[in-house]
T-cell receptor
Framework: DTGVSQDPRHKITKRGQNVTFRCDPISEHNRLYWYRQTLGQGPEFLTYFQNEAQLEKSRLLSDRFSAERPKGSFSTLEIQRTEQGDSAMYLC??????????????FGAGSRLTVL | AQSVTQPDIHITVSEGASLELRCNYSYGATPYLFWYVQSPGQGLQLLLKYFSGDTLVQGIKGFEAEFKRSQSSFNLRKPSVHWSDAAEYFCAVGDAPGGSYIPTFGRGTSLIVHP
């Protein structure tokens, strides 16, 4: 098992461009989470999936943010019309769907976004 | 809503000294509690977790934490710090069964280790 993989690790873009991040979770994990982390802060929850179902998306930061997990495996997080305030580390994590395991997140290394 | 407070933004210790990082949580029932560590350029790694039972839990890398319900605390300790322990440490609280299983993280404590 290679853990949680995120791609790209770094993305530099110009304001107004769209960006997409990909996350490949641990294969036997059916829950997948996206968090955002800004400098000096802890991870901030954005959204999560149980298999292909997106169970919570009200905390996505704006309607410019969207996430998918079409076949219950990998997931993508898209940010449209990026703004400088979107610059952050975007973290993906996965977990088992069991009651005790659902809380135990395994994180990827993150995708760092810089918006110029 | 659940929340976590890590009152210390930075902690500086000398190598070989003992360490205690503070964490206070707010949650209506018995929480699931976690400590994660993040080294520069790395993702968060789970150090230890508390679900129930013995309130003193052991983790990886020689860390331990104690759950104190009366103080709503889950402080992280290590008896002798190594230079490689320098990193960012995050406390998190998760829902008990029946909840949404969305862990909430504190803002983190940066550990600086002097030689």
């Amino acid at each position: 098992d290679t853990g949680v993989s995120q791609d790209p690790r770094h993305k530099i873009t110009k304001r107004g461009q769209n960006v997409t991040f990909r996350c490949d979770p641990i294969s036997e994990h059916n829950r997948l989470y996206w968090y955002r982390q800004t400098l000096g802060q802890g991870p901030e929850f954005l959204t999560y999936f149980q298999n292909e179902a997106q169970l919570e998306k009200s905390r996505l930061l704006s309607d410019r943010f969207s996430a998918e997990r079409p076949k219950g495996s990998f997931s993508t997080l898209e940010i449209q019309r990026t703004e400088q305030g979107d610059s952050a580390m975007y973290l993906c994590a996965s977990s088992l769907g069991t009651e005790s395991g659902a809380n135990v997140l395994t994180f990827g290394a993150g995708s760092r976004l810089t918006v110029l | 809503a659940q929340s976590v407070t890590q009152p210390d933004i930075h902690i500086t210790v000398s190598e070989g000294a003992s360490l205690e990082l503070r964490c206070n949580y707010s949650y209506g029932a018995t929480p699931y509690l976690f400590w994660y560590v993040q080294s520069p350029g790395q993702g968060l790694q789970l150090l230890l977790k508390y679900f129930s039972g013995d309130t003193l839990v052991q983790g990886i890398k020689g860390f331990e934490a104690e759950f104190k319900r009366s103080q709503s605390s889950f402080n992280l300790r290590k008896p002798s710090v190594h230079w490689s322990d320098a990193a960012e440490y995050f406390c998190a609280v998760g829902d008990a069964p029946g909840g949404s299983y969305i862990p909430t993280f504190g803002r983190g404590t940066s550990l600086i280790v002097h030689p």
